[in-house]
């Protein structure tokens, strides 16, 4: 036995104290946060004013605007929230794939592809109760969301293939299925641009306010991000999940399977994802088009972002994107703001909110 | 009949020659970058970003130079905002590359607005015109199909492809940025400024793929339009993977990945029965394939995607 | 004796990281032609001071003077254009490249910007004849074993007309012959007219080979003697501050049934090298097995082997009697074996609770009925642990990510030894880590021997092998060249093993 003369302290005892005090000291000071805080939203502030004033208009007009349309009004706060309903949908999606490092961008995609099963089993599947049809139309979303995500995912647990680009090749694959679907087959006769046919009675979500477009998959998904936030901090699998989004090596030593935590992350998201495109069909426009989504998928990227992959941040976060969304439809009616722009916009805000962070750290 | 899939495999090669292009160009600027090791995946928003600078000096000013020009200035500025954020700021490679590609896309659109206005007919510019190589055009297949492209077409081929291949395995340049990329500490003890190489790499990395957005609209599209780079950022991105980043093995898949586009444009115009969407899928599917195929046994720089820091000792 | 004037001098030295003051106004001065010992344990700043001197570090206080001018030392390259030139502790090559390539890299070429290897090979091997460092300038550098790795980086700081080398700890990678022949080097290169610093916490190399001896503790210089002038104890003294004595654990219980059996084990590595060409021992109940080699001869393929991180292409891995080759990780956990893995940085989930770290080898035997986690018993079990291993932690949900080395070690210990365990596999234990805490990791080890439990030591630190272990095995090129009983070992006898010499008895020792 190795004898010392001395007891054993543990391990530098008093500096390691000293190392955590320190630590704190160093920490950047809350003035000093405040100050790059203010810095970071000022610089969004001037960057959309620089837009507004290149199109050609004042920019407290279009920030008045941006406002007044989104949450001016009762009516308009309550359209907000029907915007807030996908975005909570895409964000829980790609939060819990990013919290096991499964960068899935193919949310987008996998959304649509709930959107069809949706579509098709409000179009035909109509031989059964209504209650099976609506049943049936949003487990079949889910699954098939949950199956377009195992792409990626499968390849990434088991080849280790990069799935950031898996993802988005078959996100436009998926376009361009949709695409087909909505000006083939599916095609509406009556309607000009490429849609379906609607969907059944049966398969829509009620109308919790008459009138407007709100329906309950707000709630539906509010539910889902609770779900997740405890399937993720309560459970076996969301250990293992975060354990492997930490440290895969580790991961590994410990026994946890980490092709199978993937496998079934992918499907999760996926799912999650399908059901946002599902609701949306049943909740708002009741058949198929491009236009169900503006990219709420990649919209979903930059509130996981922000929310740092947490379920229950990702509501707040998604109803303030919400805003923006509302906000620039309006703007484009008003002062021909093009589409693409709110995407710039997103990530200049995304960008200020992140920056401060590293920049704090140095 | 046999003179008939001559010619059509000549009138294929030729797009493919010609679309590679952007390929080539933007897979020699992330090369470079990811050899440092940097993984930019941004190249989409980039394109983009190249695309409506170029399209807004071509029209105001009718110079294809200019335009490319323009878009050489928009990747150097790219190039070091990146690097503010990837390298000085140390923030992840793949968000900051989502973001900048979201932005780039996004920005793209706006530019379009803030530049042209809202309108019903979109300009359209010249493209570029072809040269014809005298002797060598001649030659059947090969002859019309790579010798009677336009200027990039040969620069791009016979000049950034190996000079690329040239810098990174002949000169002391190259070693540095292929060490740094290896074993970034191994470069830093030497006293090699790790920051700086990455940042340089990248600034190229951003110009190469401005110009390759560029060059599709001056030679291929005319006008601008919100999607038009359409996933070849992120073909681009796989091509480096599939070329075992190595530039002539790179060529070579551009070429192969624009033969696949070519041919399914072909085809679609041929054989109107199938849908066209399924057609227009080929090209992805393919780089899924590919993906799939090359991703045993890739051996990519070690450090690819990790931010260098100076580690405390002790 | 005259006096010579120093060298190099190195005055008030001071340098602070975020809540560690590391060097605490430390004079330290070199004379030409000398080799001068930096010697301290892990921690104690050595290889800072070294740092700031090759300008990889700016000290926040003090001055560097060469020959007795200034030296403003911003970069490695300044220290380079300086004539300073150093190896680190953990080799800087680019193992893909050739050594040339290596060598090469940085500098400018007379055919700028081209290569110009052909030049730097002959010019390589000019040197390294002179030098008596033998090296291959078109080899990859991975191709090459470790000892061989050192000497181009060596080369490195010579080509670069390097007149100060400094050595961090080059000895951990070497075995006790290889160590002999770096030290016949390193006094080749005074006579050549080089001045060597070399880092050590190991004593006898201070005495075997410096000429004047600087003693470091806690960030502070305790003195500067010669190696005539002191004896071990004294030395010992001023590193740590404390009489040590070292005492040989002595055996209380006997060994047991054999827990693990390892038969013709072989595997490859990730690039598809062979590590493991037939393996092969057993392991007992109540004994501590340690494995001595130079690493690289497939320790840690093993020890991933048997673990089940790592594919045997062939051979068995027989644990309690059951086939366990091959087997899924946690599989092997459930039979009973526990791990202290080698990198704990690389094993710790630092953004993760203390808590949550602490039960990650056992975390599925706190499910509830509802097939959740029970967070309760969860954070009472590692509240348990952190005062049974004095983890120093604001509490068990702190993020794992803010304890320091030591306590970040001690987690993983916890971890490893808080599970019910007959077999414990412990790699490089006490690598980077203070005198108390490895005296602390050690005295773990032995209890649990004596309670019953069977321990496989793998280790670099061929002293720290052979204090502990009951049993020695060597190991070289994938295989166990021979088991030594306690007793029986002495260090010549296992440095020479390690090197792949096979000793004259051939019986391999099963028990005492």
């Known amino acids: ?362 | 009949m046999g003179d008939y899939w001559i010619e059509f495999i000549a009138v294929l090669l030729e797009m493919a020659f010609r679309l590679g292009v952007l390929y080539i160009v933007a897979a020699m600027g992330e090369v470079v970058t990811q050899r440092s090791g940097i993984f930019n995946i941004s190249i989409e928003g980039i394109m983009t970003l190249g695309a409506i600078t170029s399209y807004a000096a071509v029209v105001s000013t009718g110079s294809h130079l200019i335009g490319f020009v323009a878009a050489v200035v928009t990747g150097a500025l790219i190039g070091v905002l990146l690097g503010i954020l990837m390298i000085t700021l140390g923030m992840d490679q793949t968000l900051t590359g989502m973001l900048m590609w979201i932005f780039g896309i996004g920005m793209g659109a706006l530019l379009y607005r803030v530049f042209f206005g809202v309108r019903a007919v979109p300009i359209m510019i010249d493209t570029m015109d072809k040269i014809k190589i005298p002797v060598l055009s001649s030659i059947p297949i090969i002859g019309p199909s790579f010798f009677d492209q336009n200027l990039f077409v040969y620069l791009a081929y016979l000049l950034i492809m190996p000079l690329t291949y040239f810098v990174l395995f002949k000169t002391t340049h190259g070693l540095k940025i292929r060490a740094v990329g290896e074993n970034p500490r191994a470069a830093d003890v030497l006293g090699i400024n790790v920051g700086l190489t990455r940042y340089l790499t990248l600034i190229f990395a951003a110009i190469m793929q401005s110009v390759a957005g560029a060059y599709l609209l001056m030679a291929e599209t005319a006008v601008f339009t919100p999607g038009m780079i359409g996933g070849r950022g992120w073909i681009t991105l796989q091509l480096v993977m599939f070329g075992r980043w190595n530039p002539p093995l790179i060529l070579g898949g551009a070429v192969l990945f624009s033969f696949i586009e070519a041919l399914a444009y072909k085809v679609q115009l041929l054989y109107r029965m199938i849908p066209y969407q399924f057609l227009l899928m080929m090209p992805y599917i393919a780089t899924i394939v590919t993906l799939v195929l090359i991703s045993r046994g890739a051996v990519m720089p070690r450090m690819l995607g990790v931010p260098y820091k100076r580690e405390k000792s002790e | 004796m005259e006096k010579q004037k120093p060298f190099i001098e190195m005055q008030k030295i001071t340098k602070r990281f975020p809540g560690v003051l590391a060097l605490d106004h430390v004079n330290f001065d070199v004379r030409k032609g000398e080799i001068h010992a930096l010697l301290g344990e892990n921690g104690a700043g050595k290889t800072t001071l070294m740092n700031i001197l090759y300008g990889l570090y700016k000290p926040d206080e003090g001055e560097i003077y060469l020959e007795g001018k200034k030296a403003d030392i911003k970069s490695p390259k300044d220290a380079i254009n300086l004539g300073i030139g150093m190896v680190h502790q953990h080799l800087s090559l680019v193992p893909t490249f050739t050594v040339a390539e290596n060598i090469a890299l940085g500098l400018k070429s007379d055919k700028e910007p081209l290569l110009d290897l052909k030049k730097i090979e002959n010019r390589i091997t000019e040197l390294s004849k002179g030098f008596n460092l033998e090296v291959d300038p078109r080899a990859k550098v991975m191709d090459l074993p470790i000892g061989v790795q050192q000497r181009v980086e060596i080369l490195k700081a010579i080509y670069r007309g390097a007149k100060v080398l400094i050595l961090d700890e080059p000895t951990t990678v070497l075995t006790p012959p290889e160590t002999e022949v770096l030290f016949k080097n390193l006094k080749l290169m005074v006579k050549k007219g080089l001045t060597v610093v070399f880092i050590t916490h190991k004593l006898y190399e201070v005495l075997k080979v410096s000429d004047r001896i600087t003693v470091l503790r806690r960030g502070r210089v305790v003195g500067t003697t010669k190696p005539k002038e002191s004896r071990e104890k004294e030395l010992i003294k001023m590193m740590v501050g404390k009489e040590l004595i070292r005492v040989h654990p002595v055996r209380k219980t006997k060994t047991g049934k054999v827990i693990l059996e390892v038969k013709d084990l072989h595997a490859l590595d990730d690039r598809g090298a062979k590590m493991l060409s037939g393996c092969t021992f057993q392991l007992y109940e109540g004994e501590i097995l340690g494995v001595a080699g130079v690493a690289g001869n497939g320790q840690s393929e093993l020890v991933e082997v048997i673990m089940g991180l790592r594919k045997a292409t062939n051979g068995r891995v027989i644990i309690n009697g059951k086939d366990m080759t091959n087997k899924p990780v946690w599989e092997v956990l459930r039979a009973g074996v526990s791990y202290i893995p080698e990198d704990r940085v690389k094993n710790t989930a630092r953004g993760m609770s203390v808590a949550e770290n602490l039960v990650m080898y056992n975390f599925r035997s706190f499910i509830n009925k509802y097939n959740m986690l029970d967070y309760n018993s969860i954070k009472k079990h590692a509240r348990n642990l952190i005062d049974k291993f004095n983890i120093v932690t604001p509490n068990e949900t702190t993020p794992a990510g803010a304890l320091s080395g030591g306590n970040i070690q001690r987690t993983i210990l916890a971890r490893a030894l808080s599970i019910d365990f007959k077999m414990l596999i412990s790699c490089h234990p006490t690598v980077g880590l203070d005198v108390a805490s490895t005296a602390f990791i050690h005295n773990m080890l032995i209890k649990k021997r004596d309670e019953g439990a069977a321990i496989l030591l793998i280790s670099e630190d061929l002293d720290e092998i052979m204090e502990l272990s009951d049993r020695i095995a060597v190991m070289y090129k994938g295989k166990i060249v021979d088991i030594l009983p306690r007793g029986k070992a002495d260090k010549n006898k296992i440095g020479f093993m390690m090197m792949g010499a096979i000793p004259n008895s051939k019986k391999v020792t099963k028990r005492v």
């Not at chain 1, 199109?55 to 008045?64: T, V």
């Not at chain 1, 599916?186 to 009138?211: A, I, K, N, Q």
Request: hydrophobic share 55%; aromatic share 12%; charged share 10%.
């Open chain 1, 1 to 362: 036995m190795s004898l010392i003369t001395e007891k054993i302290k543990p391990s530098g005892q008093k500096s390691v104290l000293m190392n955590f005090k320190s630590w704190l000291r160093e920490q950047p000071t809350i003035f000093a946060k405040i100050v790059v805080y203010i810095i970071s939203v000022g610089f969004a502030l001037l960057f959309f004013s620089l837009i507004v004033i290149a199109i050609g208009c004042d920019p407290l007009i279009a920030f008045k605007t941006l406002f007044s349309s989104s949450i001016g009004s009762l009516p308009r706060l309550i359209e907000t929230l029907v915007i807030t309903t996908p975005l909570i949908f895409t964000g829980v999606a790609v939060a819990i794939a990013f919290k096991i490092n499964f960068w899935n961008l193919g949310v987008e995609g996998q959304l649509f592809w709930g959107a069809i099963a949706l579509t098709y089993v409000g179009i035909f599947v109509t031989d059964v109760p209504p209650p099976i049809q609506f049943l049936l139309g949003f487990v079949l979303a889910f699954l098939m969301g949950g199956l377009w995500a195992l792409i990626p995912g499968a390849l990434k647990a088991y080849l280790r293939v990069n799935e950031i680009i898996v993802s988005i090749m078959l996100n436009f694959v998926t376009f361009l299925v949709v695409d087909y679907l909505a000006s083939g087959p599916w095609h509406d006769p009556m309607g000009f641009e490429p849609l379906t046919y609607p969907v059944s009675e049966s398969v829509t979500l009620p109308r919790l306010v008459l009138g407007t477009r709100f329906h309950i998959g707000l709630f539906i998904a509010i539910l889902f991000a609770f779900l997740i936030y405890i399937i993720l901090n309560k459970s076996r699998l969301g250990f293992e999940i975060k354990v492997v989004g930490d440290n895969a090596e580790a991961a590994k030593g410990c026994g946890i399977n980490i092709a199978r935590a993937v496998v079934l992350t992918s499907i999760l998201s996926g799912g999650i994802a399908g059901l946002c495109g599902a609701s949306e069909i049943a909740g708002v426009h009741h058949r198929l088009l491009r236009g169900i989504s503006p990219g709420y998928g990649f919209t979903g990227i930059i509130i996981a972002l922000l929310a740092k992959n947490h379920p229950i941040w990702v509501i707040p976060v998604a109803f303030f994107f919400a805003i923006l969304l509302s906000g620039s439809n309006a703007l484009q009616r008003t002062i021909m703001m093009p589409a693409g722009a709110v995407y710039a916009i997103q990530a200049i805000v995304a960008l200020c909110i992140l920056i401060p962070e590293y920049v704090l750290r140095r």
